[in-house]
């Protein structure tokens, strides 16, 4: 969901909250008076402070949608914490008022413990059930969908107004059942005020909102860490980038948005494009683990004793100026064996570079302790040849291609996109994602494809097969 799109969703969830706490408001302060139940009075005055507090969150919901700027570089997402904050001190002061006249009613006369019952008391609390019933659900789907903080305190907030509810309905209940008990009686003494202590129930609830509401807006407005955030993220690079080990990580929340940065170890030698490279790597990742999360990545040079095995494999490949992948270290019974795919330009003659792998391998085996090393040695396909012989119109180039993907029997194109750089040329050539392959077999099917298309057109463009993606065309395989 885009950001406009949400933006305009929190702020119709909180209007419909602000429409919904006037109204209800409006009949439990007409309904308590003409009743005289301090159950339905407490309600009406938390009513108030509901209307007060979802004026808040609205108020509070537009400011955060702004984006950005020089005083706010993080947006404006903690007015949000903000507004939680001071919802909560209006419910501590609503809880405070609601004890202090309970605490009066009792101990003064009869009289003062004396409700009028009538069908409107029933009907606006099973009115104000329905509606924060609802209310909730939709205020907890829409915070749940944008990660509003604001949202989520009055779902929470709401859903707890359906049982302080409950105990007024109870309350008002008793009162109107104690004419028919014997006076005098405990049950008489009981129901007589059952409503004052529905009130003090209601305070109760209203404590426990107030001690949820406010360690959350607290814990953010200090950027607290999320833990298990900070967990995802480390288990995600342990998993997926283990060769780059995290020195530190911390995650900052600001509104809906999270803020990650990290310090990671990298091998000395690493070259600023490469460095470049890895960070855009970790800031992609850590983006799919929480989803929207702004990284900011600072790499230092590790100490050779910090080294994983893997970073210095490829720390000693980058000292030797080779590339490296496929990397598999194995501690078999044999002993301690090491397999890597070596990158080699690829028109490079091997009698050359055999003199600077052999370097290579006694470097691996004598760092690592290594009892062999195996290398698979691969061209280097991240240098583009150059081409001298004039490319045909576009039109014409892809009908070629097509008609040659035809005669393969390969899939039809949907889409041909050629780069050039001076002579060097790159072709890329998008088929249909073919969902069912696992990723090994699409690998093979692809590379396959590249090898036969290269095969069967004119040596103008260096070719690469990939599948279409259905928003943008990336290379893959």
């Not at 509401?213 to 814990?219: D, E, F, H, R, Y």
């Not at 890597?340 to 691996?364: Q, Y």
């Not at 996109?417 to 090994?440: H, K, N, S």
Request: contains cysteine; negative net charge; charged residues 20%.
């Amino acid at each position: 969901m885009d950001e406009t799109r949400q933006d305009a969703q929190k702020a119709g969830a909180a209007l419909s909250s602000v429409l919904w706490s006037g109204l209800l408001t409006m009949m439990k302060i007409v309904v308590g008076v003409m009743t005289g139940s301090l159950g339905i009075l407490s309600e009406a005055l938390h009513s108030a402070l509901d209307l007060l507090s979802a004026g808040g969150t609205y108020f509070a919901v537009k400011v955060a949608a702004r984006p950005a700027d020089d005083d706010h570089p993080y947006g404006h997402g903690k007015v949000e914490n903000l507004t939680a904050l001071a919802e909560t001190l209006l419910l501590l002061g609503t809880a405070a008022w609601v004890v202090k006249e309970a605490v009066e009613r009792l101990a003064g006369d009869a009289s003062a413990l004396h409700v009028e019952t009538s069908v409107w008391a029933f009907a606006v609390i099973v009115v104000s059930m329905l509606v924060d019933i609802n209310r909730a659900a939709m205020l907890r789907r829409v915070a749940r969908e944008t990660k509003s903080p604001a949202l989520a305190a009055d779902a929470a907030h709401f859903a707890t107004d359906i049982w302080s509810s409950a105990a007024v309905l109870l309350g008002i209940t008793c009162a109107a059942l104690a004419g028919y008990t014997l006076p005098g009686s405990h049950v008489h003494w009981l129901f007589l005020r059952m409503d004052v202590f529905a009130s003090l129930v209601v305070a109760a609830f209203i404590l426990h909102v107030c001690w949820g509401l406010g360690k959350q807006a607290v814990n953010n407005l200090m950027d607290k860490t999320d833990a298990q955030a900070v967990a995802r993220a480390r288990c995600t690079m342990q998993e997926r980038m283990p060769a780059y080990p995290v020195r530190e990580l911390r995650v900052r929340e600001v509104g809906d948005k999270s803020y990650i940065s990290m310090v990671v170890d990298v091998p000395r030698e690493l070259h600023v494009d490469t460095a470049h490279e890895i960070a855009d790597a970790i800031e992609a990742l850590m983006a799919d683990t929480i989803p929207g999360a702004e990284t900011l990545v600072h790499m230092q040079p590790a100490e050779e004793d910090d080294l994983t095995p893997e970073m210095l494999v490829r720390r000693i490949a980058l000292t030797h100026r080779f590339g490296v992948h496929g990397l598999v270290l194995l501690h078999a019974e044999q002993g301690f064996v090491i397999f890597t795919d070596l990158e080699l330009p690829p028109h490079a003659s091997l009698g050359v570079w055999k003199v600077a792998i052999r370097a290579f391998k006694n470097d691996l085996r004598r760092r690592l302790h290594a009892d062999r090393v195996v290398v698979h040695v691969e061209p280097d396909l991240r240098e583009l040849p150059s081409f001298d012989e004039p490319l045909p119109p576009a039109d014409e180039w892809t009908a070629r291609i097509r008609r040659a993907m035809q005669e393969l029997g390969a899939p039809q194109p949907v889409g041909v996109e050629l780069y050039t750089r001076g002579g060097e040329r790159l072709c890329a050539v998008f088929i249909p994602q073919e969902d069912r392959l696992t990723v090994e077999q699409s690998h093979a099917r692809l590379s396959s494809l590249t090898r036969q298309l290269t095969a069967a057109l004119p040596r103008l463009a260096r070719i690469i097969v990939a599948y279409a993606d259905t928003e943008k065309c990336e290379l893959q395989g």
